[in-house]
């Protein structure tokens, strides 16, 4: 199996990971609600995760809800000690599956004791806060209140280091002056590209950012010059987009998600491909 060392590292916290993770939400039930239907291959693809070398896991307690990070504790517990598993609150899951804004104070204090318990964990080690102002995407307001709650239970010592998901750069920029933020997890793809300033500026500052639906989500990137550029390679479409990710900022952690040892396995490897100057022209103008 490819090394996922060509692919480099960067720093996430004080911690130091490989730039390529694993994304677990696939592993809960369709529409990331209820048990997987193969458990057993679910504990398969997170312990064949960390042989490959994959050392930056990330979950959420609303991903079932609790399914996920139950199935991780079973899998990997007691965890490699240079494994970092970031979580996500903010979130949480009606009874019909929807997803929901829960960011009250209490509501947060208890996704952190949720997470903890779950994945067996006396601390977290990155915590993201999901932040949900518009169904559609980021939207602006302020976020102040509930990262002040976040801040809290760092202090606590419940959480080691804060990240947040689904913000604008206003926020980003709001968030730095009431704590220490580690990392940004948006939607961002070769096809998706709204946050292309917001990575540059994190970039300069040393903070990660972590693109969630690096593939194009629940509905696959479909492009021909992705396609020409596998065949060029003899790879697939999706390694091409990945490798793009990887190569478009040195700041950029990808969390590729599967339910699959194979799509695992062939996600990892897009961490060896490599990508002539001509070919990455090509792929940067798939967004225009």
Same mark, same amino acid.
């Not at 006396?122 to 993201?128: E, F, Q, R, Y």
């Given at each position: 199996m490819t090394? %996922? &060392?060509d692919a480099g590292t960067f %720093? %996430?916290?004080d911690r130091r990971v490989k730039r390529i993770g694993y994304g677990a939400m696939q592993l809960a039930g369709p529409g990331v609600f209820g048990p997987p239907r193969d458990r057993a291959a679910a504990l398969a693809v997170l312990r064949e995760a960390i042989e490959a070398g994959v050392d930056h896991i990330d979950t959420s307690d609303f991903y079932g809800p609790h399914v996920t990070n139950q199935i991780i504790r079973e899998a990997l517990h007691p965890y490699p000690r240079d494994l970092t598993i970031v979580t996500k609150i903010g979130a949480r @899951? /009606?009874?019909d599956a929807s997803w929901q804004p829960d960011v009250s104070a209490e509501a947060l204090t208890r996704a952190v004791h949720d997470n903890l318990r779950n994945l067996g964990l &006396? =601390? $977290? &080690?990155? =915590? +993201?806060l999901r932040i949900m102002l518009d169904a559609h995407g980021p939207a602006e307001g302020s976020i102040e209140e509930p990262l002040a709650v976040l801040a809290g239970l760092q202090r606590? /010592?419940?959480v080691r280091d804060i990240g947040l998901s689904n913000v604008t750069a206003t926020q980003v920029a709001e968030a730095r002056e009431i704590a220490t933020i580690v990392c940004v997890q +948006?939607?961002?793809n070769i096809a998706h590209r709204g946050d292309d300033a917001l990575i540059d500026q994190l970039a300069g500052d040393g903070i990660a950012y972590v693109p969630f639906f690096p593939l194009g989500g629940f509905s696959p990137l479909q492009s021909s010059v992705l396609s020409d550029v596998a065949g060029q390679l003899g790879a697939t479409p999706m390694q091409v987009a990945l490798a793009w %990710? $990887? @190569?478009r900022s040195a700041n950029v952690l990808l969390i590729p998600g599967t339910a699959s040892v194979a799509h695992l396995r062939e996600n990892l490897a897009a961490a060896a491909l490599d990508l002539s100057d001509d070919m990455r022209a090509a792929l940067d103008r798939v967004a225009g």
């Open positions: 090394s %996922l &060392d %720093l %996430l916290g @899951r /009606g009874d &006396d =601390v $977290l &080690d990155v =915590v +993201n606590q /010592g419940l +948006n939607m961002y %990710l $990887l @190569r």
